[in-house]
Nanobody, 122 residues
């Protein structure tokens, strides 16, 4: 069974930081690019960041660029999303998922985890 599990979410004040983790099991983690997505209440899911496992290239949505860093530790089957200077607008359930490439559409990502809640208080 292919499974991704997110962790590290929580309640944080605006301006604070969190590090989210995405840990894989059931497949070779390095065989896929890994993306972070988020879904706020009443909104559609949106891509946050993605990392290519071939060369470590990273991609970010404009609203988090400069505040967030995606990284990977293949030995631990884990991808991280470090989020700094959090804003109320970052409040969402954060998910990780796998795909053949960071450049594919959202619906081509698979093995979605159950998500971890990030709540930023204002």
């Amino acid at each position: 069974e292919v499974k991704l599990v997110e962790s590290g979410g929580g309640l944080v004040q605006a301006g604070g930081s969190l590090r989210l983790s995405c840990t894989a099991s059931g497949f070779t983690f390095g065989d896929y690019d890994i993306g972070w997505f988020r879904q706020a209440p009443g909104k559609e899911p949106e891509g946050v960041a993605c990392i290519k496992m071939t060369d470590g290239s990273t991609y970010y949505m404009d609203s988090v660029k400069g505040r967030s860093t995606i990284s990977s530790d293949k030995a631990k089957n884990t991808v991280y999303l470090q989020m700094n200077m959090l804003k109320f607008e970052d409040t969402a359930v954060y998910y990780c998922a796998a795909a053949a490439s960071c450049q594919v559409a959202q619906d081509e990502f698979h093995s979605w985890g159950l998500g971890t809640q990030v709540t930023v208080s204002s």
